[in-house]
């Protein structure tokens, strides 16, 4: 079993940046992918961001490229999501997964594991 605890969501006005974290345990992650998804209530969960655990690729949606980091701590078990540049629109329930097998890494779909979210709320 894997277990994902994000941390880090919080309120803030559009421009800021906030750091999301989450904390992994459980079995290895060296082959697996980690991303990170948001869903609004009543919408899709969508793709953000994910990063292979063993070599460092990451990949990024659209929407947020060029303004979200992704990126990974081997030794804590961790991996973040560096936002800057927040908007509005990116308002939402952003939770990290665990995908240990080899499917698209946009589709939440094919994760294994989830965390419970945690909450980004960005005002105007």
């Known amino acids: 079993q894997v277990q994902l605890v994000e941390s880090g969501g919080g309120l803030v006005q559009a421009g800021d940046s906030l750091r999301l974290s989450c904390a992994a345990s459980g079995r290895t992650f060296s082959n697996y992918y980690m991303g990170w998804f948001r869903q609004v209530p009543g919408k899709e969960r969508d793709f953000v961001a994910a990063i292979t655990w063993r070599g460092g690729t990451t990949y990024y949606a659209d929407s947020v490229k060029g303004r979200f980091t992704i990126s990974r701590d081997i030794v804590k078990n961790t991996v973040y999501l560096q936002m800057n540049s927040l908007k509005p629109e990116d308002t939402a329930v952003y939770y990290c997964?665990?995908?240990?097998?080899?499917?698209?890494?946009?589709?939440?779909?094919?994760?294994?594991?989830w965390g419970q979210g945690t909450q980004v709320t960005v005002s105007s």
């Open positions: 997964a665990a995908d240990d097998g080899a499917g698209p890494v946009s589709m939440p779909t094919v994760y294994d594991y």
